[in-house]
Structures are given as structure tokens and as C-alpha cells.
T-cell receptor, first 115, second 112 residues
Framework: SAVISQKPSRDICQRGTSLTIQCQVDSQVTMMFWYRQQPGQSLTLIATANQGSEATYESGFVIDKFPISRPNLTFSTLTVSNMSPEDSSIYLC????????????FGQGTRLTVV | GDSVTQMEGPVTLSEEAFLTINCTYT??????LFWYVQYPGEGLQLLLK?????DKGSNKGFEATYRKETTSFHLEKGSVQVSDSAVYFC???????????FGGGTRLMVKP
């Protein structure tokens, strides 16, 4: 299994500023992902974090707004840039381990409020 | 692409009632199937999983059976508790992929 540590757990930010969320995994994972969960909604995949190269973004998400880094196998960051109130959401880091059964693990999430 | 149709909530039950949350999916190949739970103010936790047809995943009194013929993975519990109040997400994981596709989530509210 894998334990994912995500920080900060919550933050309140001023519009126009940026916040960087960190995700650390305690195992050698194969894939890392970032999801957004807007209030009362399901999870939407933002991007796949690729080690040592640019992340792969889903439709509707762009690098300028959500820059992602993954300098090694077990660590990734997501930055929410130039924030507006519409960015208020829970952001979740996820990782998969490929073994006998592929399984996805999640961090506790970062609850972001933009005022 | 893969998709998940999940029973809409909120589902409100009295303590000790029987719970069913329906989930059907479309996916190529032979996905693994997961139920995740999100308790108030927390992140996602894996509740149970099944990896092949007719497998039954179980945990904390919850069960779900992988039904390939009906492409379903319905979540059941014989007697719910107030502490089961949470949002439940159904998610298939493609056989050759790594990304989960989440259902819309079903909020369960259990009253004493």
C-alpha cells in the first residue's frame, strides 16, 4: 500500500495570489495525479504528473493556471495560479501502484477557499 | 471513453436500515472496480474493491459484487449506522490504464 501526505490541508487565500500544494508518497509509485473536487461535486482529473517532464492536462485545464512539477517518483506539486473564488475547491493528490492489482491511493486533500 | 452512472443522492435512511447504492459502468476490457468513501471534511478512502467477475469486495459490513454481465457494482450494507454518513464514489480502473473514472458520488445520510 501507499501513504500519501498532502499539505497544506487547508488554506484561505486572497484572489490574484497563487498557492502551491505538495504531495509526498511513501512508496515507489507508477503514476501520480491531481484531482479537483468542487463543492458538492465529484472528482475531476486535472492532470497526470509526469516525472521529469511536463504534466499531461485534461480538457479544460492548462499549464499556466495549474503548473505541476514532479521532480522524482514520489513527490509532486500543484500550483493554483492567479486564484479567483471559482477556484475554491478540494484538491486531491492520487497515486497508483502497479502490482498484482493496480490500486489508487489518495491524499487527504487540500481545502482551498479563495476570498 | 469509460463512464460511470451512479445512483443520485442524497439517500436518507434510518439507523439499521438496508442500503443499496447502484453503480453501472462502461469500460473496455476488464476493469478493476472500486468504491471509495469520503467522510465529512476528509479525503477519499478506499472502501472495497473487486478485480474480476463475480468477485465480492467487502469491508466494514459493506459489500459489492462485480457483475460483468450487467456491468454493475452495486454497494450494499445490511444495517447502516450513523457513522456511515458520507459520500460514496464508484470508480472503475481500466485494465490497461491508471486513471480512475469517478461516478458523481452518492451522499448517504443516516439518522438515529
Amino acid at each position: 500500500s501507499a501513504v500519501i501526505s498532502q499539505k497544506p490541508s487547508r488554506d484561505i487565500c486572497q484572489r490574484g495570489t497563487s498557492l502551491t500544494i505538495q504531495c509526498q508518497v511513501d512508496s515507489q509509485v507508477t503514476m501520480m495525479f491531481w484531482y479537483r473536487q468542487q463543492p458538492g461535486q465529484s472528482l475531476t482529473l486535472i492532470a497526470t504528473a509526469n516525472q521529469g517532464s511536463e504534466a499531461t492536462y485534461e480538457s479544460g485545464f492548462v499549464i499556466d493556471k495549474f503548473p505541476i512539477s514532479r521532480p522524482n517518483l514520489t513527490f509532486s506539486t500543484l500550483t493554483v495560479s492567479n486564484m479567483s473564488p471559482e477556484d475554491s475547491s478540494i484538491y486531491l493528490c492520487s497515486a497508483t501502484l502497479r502490482g498484482r492489482v493496480t490500486e489508487a491511493f489518495f491524499g487527504q486533500g487540500t481545502r482551498l477557499t479563495v476570498v | 471513453g469509460d463512464s460511470v452512472t451512479q445512483m443520485e443522492g442524497p439517500v436518507t435512511l434510518s439507523e439499521e436500515a438496508f442500503l443499496t447504492i447502484n453503480c453501472t459502468y462502461t469500460a473496455t476490457g476488464y476493469p478493476s472496480l472500486f468504491w471509495y468513501v469520503q467522510y465529512p471534511g476528509e479525503g477519499l478512502q478506499l472502501l472495497l474493491k473487486a478485480t474480476k467477475a463475480d468477485d465480492k469486495g467487502s469491508n466494514k459490513g459493506f459489500e459489492a459484487t462485480y457483475r460483468k454481465e450487467t456491468t454493475s457494482f452495486h454497494l450494499e450494507k445490511g444495517s447502516v449506522q450513523v457513522s456511515d454518513s458520507a459520500v460514496y464514489f464508484c470508480a472503475p480502473l481500466p485494465e490497461a490504464g491508471n486513471m480512475l473514472t469517478f461516478g458523481g458520488g452518492t451522499r448517504l445520510m443516516v439518522k438515529p
